[in-house]
């Protein structure tokens, strides 16, 4: 007979179960019960007809405990009515199902000092059938057996490989537990091959298989993720030390070309300090010199700003000198006596764009005075 597997409950402890996931649930469950008593009444008949008297205490222990999943499957049946259910009943029905099994005057101490829902219960008479079949030679997933050995001594060498890249320090302990993983499949394979159950070795080796490649995964990213770290500061570094070097040519080329200039002070990358070797200083350190890249920025755009202002300013004295000659006022004294004013101010160095920002709209204003006939 084909082992069968627990089926899966509805809903959660404290949570109302729905009618329809209930339906399903019920009705594989009392499969499972009839398949499971029959599983256990054929491993007795085994055990007896083998006179196998060291594994009566293992049936007894399923036995019981598949009479206490019995139990409350009946439970669960009375309080379903065939469908009859309010809301009260779906919460009891939550109950009977997530609450603590009632496992009664077992006959094992081990069941009866148990606190296990009904899932639980059905997951645990699985396990322990599964060991009866191992111990029984009679398990039906032999070749699954053999599969799990076979993955296992690829994963190992996979491991091996991961372990080989591991630093100079840390290499020899990892090979040190890649050969004792590799030594414990060997030994599996060996009791396997005599006839041993390995059911209940498997499992915790491939766990422990599974931590350590785990392990040596996330080592290699978090060290990679260092490196990286470590390769961005470098080269943000750089980059804001060359950029530092830009705004301080372009601070001075403002303060000689305008007055008043804007008054910002470049910031000093080197006032940061030598670059750190532990990732959380390496990160700390990227958060200074994200703060000092925006402090550069808010620089450049002002004192880019303020050079952008003079030369708009001398574009517009141009304009106006242009758009004068098309009107025929290019002569006219006062006109020219503003604009000419303004160019003069604008070549000086520093320009004086307090005054600028007065004369060019003055001129402006006497060309649109002309232009509307204040010359007649």
């Given at each position: 007979m084909s082992p069968v597997t627990?089926?899966?409950?509805?809903?959660?402890?404290?949570?109302?179960?729905?009618p329809q996931a209930m339906v399903g649930y019920l009705g594989e469950l009392d499969a499972w019960v009839a398949a499971r008593r029959s599983e256990l009444a054929?491993?007795?008949?085994?055990?007896?007809?083998?006179?196998?008297?060291?594994l009566t205490a293992d049936l007894q222990l399923s036995l019981a405990l598949w009479q206490a999943v019995k139990s409350r499957y009946e439970l669960l049946l009375v309080t379903?009515?065939?469908?009859?259910?309010?809301?009260?009943?779906?919460?009891?029905?939550?109950?009977?199902?997530?609450?603590?099994?009632?496992?009664?005057?077992?006959?094992?101490?081990?069941l009866a000092g148990?606190?296990?829902?009904?899932?639980e219960a059905c997951r645990l008479s699985d396990a322990l059938v599964a060991q009866l079949r191992q111990k029984l030679n009679l398990d039906p997933n032999a070749e699954q057996l053999a599969r799990r050995l076979r993955d296992l001594r690829a994963q190992v060498e996979r491991i091996r490989d991961q372990a080989a890249t591991e630093p100079p320090a840390a290499r020899p302990a990892a090979m040190a537990q890649?050969?004792?993983?590799?030594?414990?499949?060997?030994?599996?394979?060996?009791?396997?091959?005599?006839?041993?159950?390995?059911?209940?070795?498997?499992?915790?080796?491939?766990?422990?298989?599974?931590?350590?490649?785990?392990?040596?995964?996330?080592?290699?990213?978090?060290?990679?993720?260092?490196?990286?770290?470590?390769?961005?500061?470098?080269?943000?570094?750089?980059?804001?030390?060359?950029?530092?070097?830009?705004?301080?040519?372009?601070?001075?080329?403002?303060?000689?070309a305008v007055s008043p200039a804007p008054k910002y002070a470049v910031p000093d990358v080197a006032a940061l300090g030598p670059l750190?070797?532990?990732?959380?200083?390496?990160?700390?350190?990227l958060g200074k010199l994200s703060q000092v890249s925006r402090a550069m920025?808010?620089?450049?755009?002002?004192?880019?700003?303020?050079?952008?202002?003079?030369?708009?300013?001398?574009?517009?004295?141009?304009?106006?000198?242009a758009k004068a000659a098309a009107l025929?006022?290019?002569?006219?004294?006062?006109?020219?006596?503003?604009?000419?004013?303004?160019?003069?101010?604008?070549?000086?160095?520093?320009?004086?764009?307090?005054?600028?920002?007065?004369?060019?709209?003055?001129?402006?204003?006497?060309?649109d005075w002309l232009a509307e006939g204040g010359a007649r």
């Open positions: 627990a089926p899966t409950a509805p809903g959660r402890l404290n949570e109302p179960v729905q054929a491993l007795d008949a085994e055990i007896l007809a083998r006179k196998l008297s060291a379903w009515d065939s469908g009859r259910v309010g809301p009260a009943e779906c919460a009891r029905l939550s109950s009977l199902i997530w609450g603590r099994l009632d496992t009664g005057p077992a006959p094992s101490a081990q148990m606190a296990v829902s009904l899932p890649v050969a004792g993983l590799a030594a414990r499949v060997t030994e599996l394979e060996g009791k396997r091959e005599r006839g041993g159950d390995i059911g209940g070795l498997l499992g915790p080796l491939e766990i422990d298989a599974a931590r350590f490649e785990r392990d040596l995964i996330v080592g290699g990213a978090r060290r990679r993720e260092n490196r990286d770290a470590l390769a961005r500061a470098r080269e943000l570094t750089d980059d804001l030390t060359a950029r530092e070097q830009a705004l301080r040519q372009l601070v001075a080329n403002t303060v000689a750190p070797n532990t990732r959380q200083a390496i990160d700390a350190y920025q808010v620089v450049q755009d002002a004192y880019s700003g303020a050079l952008a202002e003079r030369d708009a300013q001398v574009g517009l004295v141009s304009a106006l000198r025929g006022f290019g002569a006219d004294d006062d006109f020219t006596a503003l604009v000419d004013r303004a160019d003069a101010l604008l070549q000086r160095r520093p320009a004086p764009m307090a005054v600028v920002r007065q004369l060019v709209p003055a001129a402006q204003a006497m060309l």
